[in-house]
């Protein structure tokens, strides 16, 4: 991919402008790099692909260091390829060396959040706030956008099971980005398990299994937000049986922590609990 409007060439004459100044109005990435150098040809493509993509969210500045040696002493360049971010007129982050394509678009969120990762923080304070509906409205549109945005997908994971919606939060556990979060989304997994199948069938024969039919009422108490009252009846049938159907009992319990959070004071009040019975 050559140049183009948001991709081009500076040298020592056009730096100020074409970096420093430019930066006051948009983010700059300097990208120094050589003709000779490999892994500049590796990450070269990727820089201009983003850069592209951002249809002038950031610009990409090449300085071709052999050309240009100056602007490499002016700033500390040892070590090629190397990247430098500039906003207002100065580099307020950087990295060496060709990094993997995911690890740029998170330098890029601090450095240069395009709207998406706007609309990422907005979802993000929804959930924190347990706006669950509305934060799902937000995270609809970017996974439309960027189906494989591992963050976002987590979000929804959370919104979803949060509202009772089991089924469709298993959907996206199922097929996963690659990266980090999938960890959380795993955690989330049981809790959505258990709220599909109270939501998908009505009956769970439990005319003559009281144990099941607390289960069950437990499940659509957690469907319904009231999370105290779904973990009392969870806790109650672990005290008759810890191994009730394959200990799921506390993997929801588990994942109905990971859904509120490490600080909620249910969290902590249950945990504790949780842990007296089982231990």
């Not at 692909?49 to 100056?70: H, I, Q, R, W, Y």
């Not at 002493?73 to 500039?86: D, L, W």
């Not at 990094?99 to 907005?122: C, Y």
Request: hydrophobic share 45%; glycine share 8%; net charge negative.
């Amino acid at each position: 991919m050559g140049p183009s409007s948001f991709v081009f060439d500076v040298s020592e004459s056009t730096f100020e402008v074409e970096v420093v100044n430019r930066s006051y109005e948009t983010p700059v990435l300097v990208d120094f790099w050589a003709p000779w150098c490999g892994p500049c040809r590796s990450l070269g493509p990727v820089l201009e692909k983003l850069a592209t993509e951002s249809a002038g969210g950031f610009f990409l500045a090449k300085v071709n260091v052999d050309e240009n040696p100056n602007l490499s002493v002016r700033f500390g360049v040892q070590g090629i390829p190397a990247v430098k971010a500039f906003r207002n007129g100065q580099v307020i982050n950087g990295f060496v060396g060709a990094i993997p394509e995911p690890r740029v678009r998170e330098f890029l969120q601090k450095v240069a959040p395009n709207e998406t990762d706007n609309t990422l923080v907005e979802a993000n304070s929804l959930l924190a706030t347990r706006h669950w509906a509305d934060a799902e409205e937000k995270l609809r549109v970017i996974m439309e956008a960027q189906p494989r945005n591992a963050a976002a997908a987590l979000g929804m994971v959370r919104a979803l099971v949060a509202q009772g919606k089991g089924r469709e939060a298993l959907e996206i556990i199922e097929v996963f980005p690659s990266g980090p979060e999938i960890v959380a989304a795993e955690q989330l997994r049981a809790l959505a398990e258990m709220l599909a199948e109270v939501t998908e069938d009505t009956d769970h024969r439990t005319e003559h299994d009281v144990h099941l039919a607390q289960y069950w009422q437990s499940a659509r108490l957690l469907a319904g937000g009231r999370y105290a009252a779904g973990m009392d009846g969870l806790m109650e049938g672990l005290r008759r049986d810890k191994k009730f159907r394959g200990g799921e009992p506390r993997k929801v319990m588990l994942g109905v922590f990971a859904l509120l959070g490490d600080d909620d004071p249910l969290t902590r009040e249950y945990r504790s609990e949780l842990a007296s019975v089982l231990f």
